[in-house]
């Protein structure tokens, strides 16, 4: 399905669309920095978010990841210089960590994202790193609750108090749970950042 939305065009509208809530999310972690740090975007899409955060002189390296080959591609011919790769996750993993791990609206596409969350704390970051990851579907939108049907797509359904819970058990600490990018009719994307101690 995201390969057919990159060939139609739709990472752009992605792009467009999530760029409030993500600029919210990366201010939320600190960015831009005074201090060096690597960064990757787990389920980058055409690749704008690492672009954005490699924008930050602070940051020394960032690595895009995507399971479709289509958006990594488009993510290459904006960017030939950039890391991008393709990967299904959870089926792989990072040969070293980073310091900040991003993302947006990808979670919720896998079966058991509680276990994605356990994999980011224990092998894509840093210690001391931090994950922001931002979700439009969550239990309490309720304007989100018909997309699997209507896209005919897995996703997976938790509430706030949930997602909250899977932080913790994935071993995050000072967690905190943000609405950011709020406008008329959206009650915000959720945006989860926690700390690997
Ligand atoms: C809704 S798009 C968001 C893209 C980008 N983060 C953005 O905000 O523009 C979800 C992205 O997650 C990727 N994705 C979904 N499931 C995946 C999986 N199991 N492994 C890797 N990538 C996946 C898709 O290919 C797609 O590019």
């Known amino acids: 399905m995201f390969s057919e939305w990159a060939e139609k065009g739709k990472d752009k509208g992605m792009e467009s669309g999530h760029a409030a809530s993500v600029h919210a999310m990366l201010e939320l ?41 289509t958006m990594i591609a488009k993510a290459k011919t904006i960017d030939n210089e950039g890391n991008y790769h393709v990967a299904k996750l959870p089926d792989w993993k990072p040969p070293t960590g980073f310091d900040l791990v991003h993302s947006m609206e990808f979670l919720y596409y896998l079966h058991d994202p509680k276990a994605m969350l356990r994999l980011l704390h224990d092998d894509w970051l840093n210690s001391g790193g931090m994950l922001v990851a931002g979700i439009d579907h969550y239990l309490e939108n309720e304007d989100s609750l018909s997309w699997p049907e209507a896209l005919n797509v897995h996703m997976t359904t938790l509430s706030k108090d949930e997602w909250k819970s899977a932080m913790n058990d994935a071993g995050f600490v000072d967690v905190e749970l943000h609405q950011v990018g709020k406008k008329d009719g959206f009650i915000g994307t959720l945006a989860m950042v926690g700390r690997k101690l």
């Open 29 to 69: 972690v600190g960015i831009p920095r005074s201090n060096d740090y690597t960064a990757v975007d787990v389920g980058c899409g055409n690749g704008w978010v690492c672009r954005l955060i490699g924008s930050d002189p602070k940051c020394t390296h960032v690595t895009g990841v995507d399971g479709s080959a």
